[in-house]
């Protein structure tokens, strides 16, 4: 039987469709959010001096912003923000070490964050402040090209350096440090790997250091990578202080306390950090606005 007929609505239904897009747009929000979150918890990486202070206890020395790839170049006209981020890193550390000889030894944990551009910059500056500084490449494993190794001014003379002295194939300390394109800089290349890089811990290599610290007013180390062996805590037990290289967005903060529980071992203090390659978002001061954006590795 027949209840009653059908009759057609006065009013359309309204559509749900408006609100199931919407909550599947607020979802996916929601789980994209999460997700970055999530990275962001996970990437322990050091973008600022913030977060270096904080996870290692260790000042910020000098923080180098991310600069286009020509401002690094050693035998051109320097960027001004350089020469001022350096010159402060100098006079913390003649602050700290007023004495002639000072032994100072950079390093970073890995390879590709800076160091030897670092080693570089701080012996310039120094060279310009009328010091007389002696920077020596320390790297015997691995033959990589260091910033100073174009400043090198050997004249007519075959170019020896560390590898050949430790070898015993130069007798003399004074004919593998050379003189340079930089005011005040003397430079010891590696030139060369050694077949067992325990020489580094040689009582030759400590009387080179020891006629270095009488002839030279600042001695800079350019030491290998901390990570994969122990050169740089041999180098460290005969310097006077350390300064670590961290190249911001690469260096994790695992990796640097594996460096500075490391380098505990040598008791050679610590001094401090230099951020490397700092982006403009995470920088104290801020650099002007490059369009490309580049940082030393070496």
Known sequence: AIISKAMPPETAARSTRRLILLGVVMAGNGCCAAFVLLIVFLD??????????LKTGLPVLAEVPSLPATAFN???TR???????FRLTMVALRKKFPTRGTRLLVLSSAPGEGASFVAASIAMTMGRADERVLLINCGLRNQRPAPMDSTVQPGDKPLSGLAQYLSF????????AWPTSLAGVTYVPSMGSCIDTDVLASNRMRELLEAAS??????VLDSPPAHGNNDSIILAERC??????????????????RTMERLEISETPIL?????????????????????PATATA
């Not at 960027?79 to 981020?85: A, I, N, T």
């Not at 401090?272 to 403009?280: K, T």
Request: one cysteine or more; a negative charge.
């Open 169 to 176: 194939e130069c007798e003399d300390h004074l004919r593998i």
């Open 44 to 53: 322990n990486k050091i973008r600022s001096s913030a977060e270096c202070v």
């Open 214 to 219: 009488e002839r030279f007013s600042f001695v």
């Open 79 to 85: 960027d001004p923000r350089l020469h001022e981020v």
């Open 272 to 292: 401090g950090i230099v951020l490397n390659g700092v982006e403009p978002p995470f920088a104290q001061h801020p650099p002007e606005k490059n369009k490309h």
């Open 240 to 257: 006077d202080g350390i300064l670590l290289v961290v190249r911001a967005g690469q260096t994790t903060a695992a990796a640097l306390k």
């Open 74 to 76: 050693l035998s051109q």
